[in-house]
């Protein structure tokens, strides 16, 4: 009897775990890498423009790029490209652990990239 009874909780602790759901859907990870693509076009976009030239700055009428903001935007995007990556794998290889932390890790990272965009006037 008492392995029939430790037989049951077995199973039924075994089913909770097959029940467990990640709380980060593939939706929330498409949404944040949504918001880094529009982020990363913005960056895109600047690059294209011609560097300015020594002591210039950028105007309506003579728009360019500083090479000091290109370098830091581009050491935001590494950062950001790397955690959706992470992100996308943990999700992927453990759809049934929390992925939270890892979210965050990226949120965080393209927080910083659209912060430096907003600084300097990439993204408007």
């Known amino acids: 009897m008492k392995r029939i009874i ?6 039924t602790t075994l089913a909770g775990c097959a029940t467990v759901q990640n709380p980060i859907t593939r939706a929330q990870l498409s949404d ?6 529009i982020a990363l076009s913005f960056a895109a976009a600047y690059k294209r423009l011609p560097l300015c030239h020594t002591g210039t700055v950028a105007s309506v009428s003579s728009p360019c790029a500083q090479r000091s903001v290109i370098v830091r935007m581009q050491q935001a995007d590494r950062s950001a490209h790397a955690a959706m990556v992470a992100a996308r ?7 049934q652990l929390d992925a939270t932390s ?8 393209l927080d910083v990239f659209k912060q430096i965009e907003t600084t300097y006037g990439v993204a408007q």
């Open 102 to 109: 890892v979210i965050s890790v990226a949120v965080s990272a």
């Open 32 to 37: 944040i890498e949504a918001g880094y693509g």
């Open 6 to 11: 430790i037989g049951l909780a077995l199973v």
């Open 89 to 95: 794998v943990f999700i992927r290889d453990n759809p």
